[in-house]
């Protein structure tokens, strides 16, 4: 069993900032990417950002320069540093792992459960 549990959402001003952090746990071979996914009300979920065990990064085109996302791959843990935030950034965000659970497995996608990101004045 792979856990995600998502940390840092909540409620904050235009122009303010927050950080996102992650905590994946349980039985994990490899964590082959990590990342933060969101859906905005009335949209299909889209990637925000995704970092490879590699360090390898992208970041959607609406929040480059003012996202950042790190890895720990010691600890299994993901985080996105949000700033300037704008009220369009508004929406349940989700961690993502793309992992492999035993050698000789394929990999999966696993999700975390979201956590509330709302900016407004």
């Known amino acids: 069993q792979v856990q995600l549990v998502e940390s840092g959402g909540g409620l904050v001003q235009p122009g303010g900032s927050l950080r996102l952090s992650c905590a994946i746990s349980?039985?994990?071979?490899?964590?082959?990417?990590m990342g933060w996914y969101r859906r905005i009300p009335g949209k299909q979920r889209e990637r925000v950002a995704t970092?490879?065990?590699?360090?390898?990064?992208i970041y959607e085109a609406s929040v480059k320069g003012r996202f950042t996302i790190s890895r720990d791959n010691a600890k299994n843990t993901v985080s996105l540093q949000m700033n300037s935030l704008k009220p369009e950034d508004t929406a349940n965000y989700y961690c993502?792992?793309?992992?492999?659970?035993?050698?000789?497995?394929?990999?999966?996608?696993?999700w975390g459960q979201g956590t509330q990101v709302t900016v407004s004045s």
């Open positions: 970092i490879t065990s590699g360090g390898s990064i």
């Open positions: 349980g039985s994990i071979f490899s964590l082959n990417v």
């Open positions: 993502y792992a793309l992992a492999v659970r035993l050698p000789g497995e394929y990999e999966s996608d696993y």
